[in-house]
């Protein structure tokens, strides 16, 4: 009898755990995130939905979810939910990042569709994200901090509330490279280092002469603004540094 109950036991165990992956894998109303945002976005770019991709599961997703279901013949959830095979289908991947809170932080060492999906989105404004593996990797963060930079927000390379909100807002900014420019460093002279040191002491972070020399309270004040901005403060005016200064 003891034995039975055992076996009972661990046969409502892995039931129990089945039901959990299970679960972790179907959005529902309520569900907020990336991965919403993802779903959304697939169901909106395939033409069958009108929404607002915003990130949240709510009862029009549901209603779209249930549309794209009935339309493929699929099984129709009866609350809309998006299930394993939906989500495969929709968004390429079954393996997605419930946050019902919506205050979920993507950061370094992160992985999943909801980086797959960042990703995609700064690909498309873009901003050189690299690879799109879903891996959140240190390029992934670069590309973070460039976007965070351009569009008003604190460049910690995190994706948070405000940093996700941004990515799909109207007034989102979208990146191009109008000029490449050349490296300056300390020791440099002539006329693109005057160019530096007066834009350095337009935005107040210059306050010496503009000599066209590169000098230490130059360097000084690179990296002052580097810091500022969410980049690497080593001093060297690169492509990232006068990208953002010359914007």
Do not use: H
Not at 113 to 129: C, D, N, S, W
Not at 154 to 171: E, F, M, N, P, R
Not at 191 to 211: H, P, S
């Amino acid at each position: 009898m003891k034995k039975l109950l055992v076996s009972t036991l661990t046969v409502l165990l892995a039931m129990s755990l089945v039901c959990s992956a299970c679960a972790a894998n179907t959005l529902k109303i309520g569900d907020r995130g990336a991965a919403v945002r993802a779903l959304q976005t697939a169901l909106v770019n395939q033409g069958w939905a009108d929404l607002r991709v915003d990130g949240v599961y709510g009862k029009a997703t549901a209603a779209a979810v249930k549309y794209y279901q009935r339309m493929t013949g699929l099984n129709v959830s009866a609350a809309g939910n998006a299930g394993p095979v939906t989500l495969q289908r929709l968004i390429g991947t079954s393996e997605v990042d419930v946050t019902p809170s919506g205050t979920s932080t993507l950061s370094r060492g992160a992985s999943g569709a909801a980086v797959a999906e960042i990703q995609r989105r700064l690909q498309a404004l873009g901003y050189p994200v690299g690879k799109i593996d879903g891996k959140y990797g240190r390029q992934t963060a670069k590309a973070v901090m460039l976007f965070q930079q351009l569009n008003g927000i604190k460049a910690d390379g995190k994706v948070g509330g405000a940093t996700s909100a941004k990515l799909y807002a109207a007034d989102v900014q979208i990146y191009r490279v109008q000029k490449t420019y050349a490296k300056l460093k300390r020791g440099d002279s002539g006329e693109r280092v005057k160019t530096l040191q007066t834009a350095l002491k337009n935005k107040g972070y210059y306050g010496g002469i503009v000599t066209g020399y590169y000098s230490f309270e130059t360097f000084v004040a690179v990296k002052n603004f580097q810091t500022d901005s969410g980049l690497r403060a080593d001093g060297v005016a690169g492509q990232q540094t006068l990208s953002a200064l010359y914007k």
